[in-house]
C-alpha cells in the first residue's frame, strides 16, 4: 500500500466540514465491516452520501436461462439488507442548479477513471452518476470532490435531493428574474439541516424563472419556486409563487399553490417550515404513500398551508434565513469573450443545423447558450477534459447540466459559435438536435437500476439512431416533440411530461415473459410539466419504433393547422389513441418471434428475476440510530487519532462523540436542540439525568458524569494516557445512551 | 514500485470484420459460462452510443474486458482494478497475463473465430492512479524502467516502451512497440516461464 493518501494530499484543499464528514463515513464503513454497527442504518448511511445499490448487488443475475449466484468474495459481508458489500454500486454526484466547474469536469472525469467505468451520466435531476462504483473507493472518490467544492451528501436516501433550476436562469429570455443564487442558497441551508433528517421519503425541489416555458419543472416537484415580482410601496419586491405536493411517480400528482406571494427572505424559513410539518405528518411506515404529495393530497392544501404558517410562526431565528440576500446584488456570471455577432462567416450547413437547435440566443446582445447534446446523457473521462477545455477557452466557469441530461456552454460570445462547433465536433460532442425527438430522455432502466423492468436505454439508443437517420426527413410537426422512457413505473425518465412517453412493464405470453412498454401520449413539458400524459396501452419493446412512427404519422396526417401534439391527443380521446397501437399488443408465441422475448442491446431471454427490492423500500430505522451510529463514528475516529499518537485530536473527537450522543438521546424528545452543546448538555441533564432515566441500575449516574467532567473542565493538555481514559469514557457513554434509548423508546423513525 | 490503483493494458485490432453489437453476446455468454475461470464477470455495459470512446465493457469484479474505440482505434482493452497486489512488477504481469488470456479467448470464440486479429506487436499500458502515478515526469522514469524489464523479457529485445505525450489530466500513459513480438500463445508460454523461474 502507498504511504500517501488522498486524506493527506488533500487536506488542505477540502473545506474541513466536508473533510470531516467524509471521515466520519470512513469510520462508519470500519464499523460495517466489525459488524459493529447495524445493517440498515449503515445503507441508509451510504445512502445519504450518495452510494446507491446497483443491479445484481443481492448476489445474483439472471443469466437468460436461470438465476446464478454471483461468487462474490466474503460473500457474508454487506454493506445494508440483502446487498454485498464487494458488488458494484452507483455513486450520485450532487450538483445545486446543475452548476459546475471546468475544474469540477476535471476532477470528476478523474475519478470516473479511476473508481467506475469512465463515463459520466447525467441525470433527469442535474446530477452526475458514476457506475460500477465499489464502496471501498467511495471516501477517496469524496475527498477529491470535496476538493473543489463538490459533496455528495443527502443525493440519496430520504433527504433534501439536488436542488434543480432552469438551465437558462439569468441568460433567459423570458425569466421574471435569475432564480439560480435562490437555488443555490436553499441548497446550502437544508444541506444537513436537523429539520430534514427525519422524512419518510425522499423530497425534490425545484427553481424556475418563468411561468410558460420548461425549464424548472415545478409543478412535478415535491416543492417548487416560481419566480415573481410585485410591487409594495412603488418598490419592486422579488418574491416566489411557491408549489407543495408535485410529483411524478407510479401516481402523478401536479403541485398545489402553497403562496400566491412569497417574499425572498421568507422562502428558506417556509421551507424549513414545510419540511417540519412533513417529518412530523408524513407517512414513515408505508413507503408507497411516504411523499409529500400523499401528504398534502390527505390533509388537503389549505389545512397544509396552515399548519405550515403556525410552524413558521414556532421557528426561533435563523441569521442564514436573509443572510444570503445581501450577497445577491454581487451574484453575477462573468463572460470570459466580449460579445460579437454572428456575421458573415463562412456557415457550413452542418453547423447550420447544429445552430439551428442547439443554440439559444441569450438576453444578453452579443451571447448565447450551447447545448452539448450527451447521447443517453453519457460522456466519457477523455470527452470531459476536453470540454472543460472548452469550457474555460469559450466561458469559464458557466457550464451546467440540464434536466434533458446534457450540458450547457453559457455566454459564448456569438462569433465564437463556428470555432466551438467545430471543436465539439471534433470530441464527438457536436450532434445537433439537442431538445428535439432525437434528444431522448432515459433514466438507466435495466442496465444499471435495481428496479428496473424493461431497457430504457436500450430503447432510447435504438430510436435515437432511427430517428437521427432520418431526422432530415422528418416533418417539422414532429421535430421538436419529446420523447422520455422510464424503465419502471417510477418515472425517472419523466415519462409524464413527454408528448410521447414510456414506461416499462411486461407481458405473459405462453411459459414466457416479454419486456413491454406503456405508451403514456400528451404530456406537457411547457409550463413548468404543466401538465400529464394519457396511458394508453402497452406494446412490446421491440414494437417500439414502429409505434413511434405511427403515432407521428397519423398525428402529422390528422393535425389541424398549428394544433400541438397535446391538442391533438386531447382531440382523439384515449379510445382513439388506443386504437393506434392496438395493432401492437398483440404476442407474439415465443416460438415464432423469439426475438419479442429479449430487450433492447440485450441478447439474453427477458426474466423478472433480477429486479431486486429499491433502497428505499420497507425498513424502519429511528432518528436516533442514525445520529447515534454518528457519535460511534466519532469515538472511532478518537481511537485512530490516538494509535497516530495525536492525543489532542483524540480527546476532541472523543468528547464531541458523547455530545452527539448527548444530542441523539435529547432529539428523540426535543427536536430543536441545536448544536450548541452547553444548550444540549444542559438538555440532557433536565430531561435524562436529573430524572434518572439515563442511571444504569449499578453505576447509576456515573456515565452520564463523564460527558459532564469534560464538558465542564476540558484538558488543556491531554497526554495519550488522559486521552484513552477520555475514548474509554466516550463508549461507555454512548452504550448508556443506546441502553437509555430503548428504555425510554425514541419516537422519531425514518424509513430506509 | 508499489501497484498502482488501475492498470489497464491495450491491445488493437489487426484485423476486424464484425461490429461492436457482435460483442454483446459473446460477453453475455462469457458470464453464463465463467469463460475466464480465475475472473468474477458480472455484467455487460453497452456506451457505443458514444463516439470513439470505450463501446462496450464485459464488467467484471477484478477486472474490465472492455472494446475501446477511443482515438478511432478499436482494440480489446483489458482494466485490472482489484486485487493488482502491492509490487508492480507483480501487478504487471499478472496484468499482461490475464490480458493475453482474454485476446485468446476472443481470438478463439465460437462466434468470434476468423473475425478478428488482436496485434501482438503494439499495446497501450496506462497506470489509472493519480496519487502513487501522477502523469508527470516524477513517477515516470521508474515505471518506464519497470515496464521495459517486465515487458521486454516477454516480447522480445526490440520490443521498446515510451511514454505517451498525453494530458497530464489523463493516466500515466506507455506504448509497447514490439516489432518482432510472437504469437499470443508464444507470449503466454514465455510469461509462464517467466513466473516459473521467478519462483512465483
Ligand atoms: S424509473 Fe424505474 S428503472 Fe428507471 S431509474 Fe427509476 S426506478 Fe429505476
Not at chain 1, 20 to 47: P, S
Not at chain 1, 431 to 450: F, L
Not at chain 1, 464 to 490: M, V, Y
Not at chain 1, 648 to 674: C, E, H, I, N, P
Request: include cysteine; glycine fraction near 8%.
Amino acid at each position: 500500500m502507498s504511504n500517501i493518501s488522498w486524506k493527506e494530499i488533500l487536506l488542505e484543499e477540502m473545506p474541513a466540514d466536508l473533510a470531516h464528514e467524509v471521515d466520519i463515513f470512513e469510520g462508519q464503513m470500519e464499523l460495517m465491516g466489525q459488524g459493529k454497527l447495524d445493517e440498515k442504518v449503515f445503507a441508509e448511511t451510504r445512502l445519504r452520501r450518495g452510494i446507491y445499490g446497483q443491479r445484481y448487488d443481492n448476489g445474483q443475475r439472471h443469466d437468460g436461462f436461470e438465476s446464478r449466484d454471483l461468487a462474490f468474495e466474503e460473500s457474508e459481508r454487506i454493506k445494508g439488507p440483502d446487498t454485498l458489500w464487494h458488488a458494484p454500486g452507483m455513486q450520485r454526484i450532487k450538483v445545486p442548479f446543475g452548476g459546475l466547474t471546468p475544474d469540477q469536469l476535471d476532477v470528476l472525469a478523474q475519478v470516473a477513471d479511476e473508481y467506475s467505468d469512465s463515463i459520466l451520466h447525467v441525470t433527469t435531476r442535474q446530477d452526475i452518476q458514476l457506475h460500477f462504483v465499489h464502496i471501498e473507493d467511495t471516501p477517496d472518490l469524496m475527498r477529491r470532490l470535496a476538493s473543489v467544492g463538490i459533496t455528495t451528501r443527502e443525493a440519496c436516501g430520504n433527504s433534501v435531493r439536488n436542488v434543480t433550476c432552469c438551465h437558462l436562469a439569468g441568460v433567459c429570455r423570458t425569466e421574471v428574474f435569475d432564480a439560480t443564487p435562490y437555488a443555490d442558497a436553499f441548497a446550502q441551508f437544508l444541506l444537513g439541516h436537523d429539520d430534514v433528517q427525519d422524512f419518510g421519503r425522499k423530497f425534490k425541489p425545484a427553481f424556475s424563472g418563468c411561468e410558460n416555458e420548461a425549464c424548472g419543472l415545478v409543478m412535478m416537484h415535491d416543492l417548487g419556486y416560481l419566480a415573481q415580482v410585485r410591487e409594495v410601496d412603488g418598490k419592486q419586491q422579488r418574491g416566489f409563487k411557491v408549489f407543495v405536493g408535485g410529483g411524478l411517480g407510479t401516481v402523478p400528482h401536479q403541485a398545489k399553490v402553497l403562496s400566491e406571494f412569497t417574499p425572498e427572505d421568507e422562502i428558506l424559513p417556509q421551507a424549513q417550515a414545510v419540511a417540519r410539518v412533513f417529518a412530523r405528518l408524513g407517512e414513515k411506515r408505508n413507503r408507497n404513500r411516504a411523499r409529500i404529495k400523499f401528504l398534502v393530497a390527505k390533509v388537503g392544501i389549505e389545512e397544509f398551508s396552515r399548519l405550515v404558517e403556525e410552524e413558521r410562526k414556532t421557528l426561533p431565528h435563523d441569521d442564514r434565513w436573509s443572510a444570503y440576500l445581501d450577497t445577491l446584488a454581487h451574484y453575477e456570471e462573468k463572460p470570459t469573450r466580449p460579445p460579437t455577432f454572428l456575421n458573415g462567416q463562412v456557415r457550413l450547413s452542418a453547423f447550420n443545423r447544429w445552430f439551428e437547435t442547439n443554440v439559444y440566443k441569450q438576453r444578453q446582445e452579443g451571447y448565447s447558450v450551447v447545448t452539448v447534446n450527451l447521447p443517453l446523457g453519457d460522456l466519457t473521462s477523455k470527452q470531459t477534459w476536453a470540454l472543460a477545455d472548452v469550457a474555460r477557452k469559450y466561458v469559464g466557469d458557466n457550464v451546467r447540466t440540464t434536466v434533458e441530461q446534457n450540458i450547457i456552454l453559457r455566454w459564448v460570445s456569438d462569433a465564437d459559435l463556428p470555432l466551438l462547433y467545430e471543436e465539439l465536433t471534433a470530441l464527438g460532442l457536436g450532434d445537433p438536435g439537442a431538445g428535439t425527438i432525437v434528444d431522448i430522455t432515459a433514466c438507466p432502466g435495466t442496465d444499471t437500476c435495481k428496479l428496473g423492468i424493461a431497457s430504457s436505454r436500450g430503447l432510447a439508443a435504438e430510436l435515437r439512431t432511427r430517428l437521427t437517420t432520418k431526422s432530415a426527413s422528418l416533418p417539422d410537426a414532429i421535430k421538436d416533440l419529446k420523447i422520455k422512457i422510464s424503465g419502471c413505473f417510477n418515472s425517472c425518465g419523466q415519462h409524464h411530461v413527454a408528448d410521447i412517453g414510456f414506461f416499462g412493464n411486461s407481458r405473459r405470453s405462453g411459459n414466457f415473459k416479454m419486456p413491454h412498454f406503456q405508451v403514456v401520449l400528451g404530456g406537457r413539458w411547457r409550463d413548468n410539466a404543466g401538465s400529464y400524459g394519457l396511458a394508453v396501452g402497452a406494446v412490446p419493446s421491440k414494437t417500439v419504433p414502429e409505434v413511434v412512427d405511427t403515432i407521428t404519422n397519423r398525428y402529422v396526417d390528422e393535425r389541424a393547422k398549428g394544433e400541438s401534439f397535446q391538442e391533438w391527443i386531447g382531440r382523439i380521446g384515449k379510445k382513439q389513441a388506443r386504437s393506434l397501437i392496438q395493432p401492437f399488443m398483440q404476442l407474439p408465441a415465443f416460438e415464432r418471434q423469439p426475438e419479442f422475448f429479449s430487450d433492447w442491446g440485450d441478447p439474453r431471454v427477458f426474466s423478472l428475476g433480477d429486479i431486486g427490492i429499491g433502497e428505499c423500500a420497507g425498513e424502519v430505522v429511528s432518528l436516533f440510530s442514525m445520529e447515534i451510529a454518528t457519535a460511534e463514528s466519532e469515538a472511532f475516529e478518537a481511537q485512530v487519532a490516538l494509535d497516530e499518537s495525536d492525543p489532542t485530536r483524540a480527546d476532541a473527537l472523543a468528547y464531541s462523540a458523547m455530545v452527539k450522543a448527548a444530542r441523539a438521546l435529547v432529539r428523540t424528545q426535543f427536536l430543536d436542540v441545536g448544536d450548541d452543546p452547553n444548550r444540549i448538555v444542559q438538555e440532557f441533564k433536565t430531561r435524562f439525568f436529573d430524572t434518572e432515566l439515563f442511571f444504569d441500575q449499578y453505576a447509576k449516574g456515573k456515565f452520564g458524569q463523564y460527558l459532564f467532567e469534560r464538558h465542564q473542565s476540558p484538558n488543556q493538555n491531554p497526554d495519550i494516557d488522559s486521552a484513552h481514559r477520555l475514548i474509554e469514557e466516550s463508549l461507555l457513554f454512548i452504550e448508556a445512551t443506546h441502553v437509555c434509548e430503548s428504555k425510554v423508546g425514541g419516537n422519531v423513525l425514518i424509513e430506509l | 514500485m508499489i501497484a498502482p490503483q488501475r492498470l489497464s493494458l491495450k491491445f488493437y485490432f489487426a484485423d476486424i470484420s464484425v461490429d461492436v453489437e457482435a460483442f454483446i453476446p459473446v460477453f453475455h455468454r462469457w458470464i453464463r459460462e465463467h469463460v475466464v475461470s480465475n475472473e468474477l464477470l458480472l455484467d455487460v455495459a453497452d456506451y457505443k452510443h458514444i463516439l470513439d470512446g470505450p463501446a462496450l465493457f464485459l464488467i467484471g469484479h477484478t477486472a474490465d474486458y472492455v472494446i475501446d474505440m477511443t482515438d478511432g482505434k478499436p482494440g480489446l482493452q483489458y482494466v485490472r482494478k482489484r486485487e493488482l497486489g502491492t509490487d508492480l512488477s507483480k501487478a504487471l504481469e499478472m496484468t499482461l497475463s490475464q490480458a493475453l488470456n482474454g485476446v485468446k479467448l476472443m481470438e478463439t470464440d465460437v462466434e468470434l473465430r476468423g473475425k478478428l486479429k488482436l496485434g501482438a506487436d503494439a499495446a497501450t499500458i496506462a497506470f489509472v492512479d493519480r496519487l502513487n502515478y501522477p502523469n508527470n515526469d516524477t513517477g515516470a522514469e521508474s515505471a518506464q524502467a519497470q515496464l521495459s524489464d517486465s515487458l521486454g523479457a516477454v516480447f522480445g529485445v526490440d520490443a521498446s516502451i515510451t511514454r505517451v505525450d498525453n494530458d497530464p489530466r489523463e493516466p500515466l500513459t506507455f506504448e509497447l512497440h514490439a516489432p518482432s513480438a510472437p504469437d499470443v500463445d508464444t507470449l503466454i508460454n514465455r510469461l509462464q516461464a517467466r513466473k516459473a523461474l521467478c519462483g512465483q
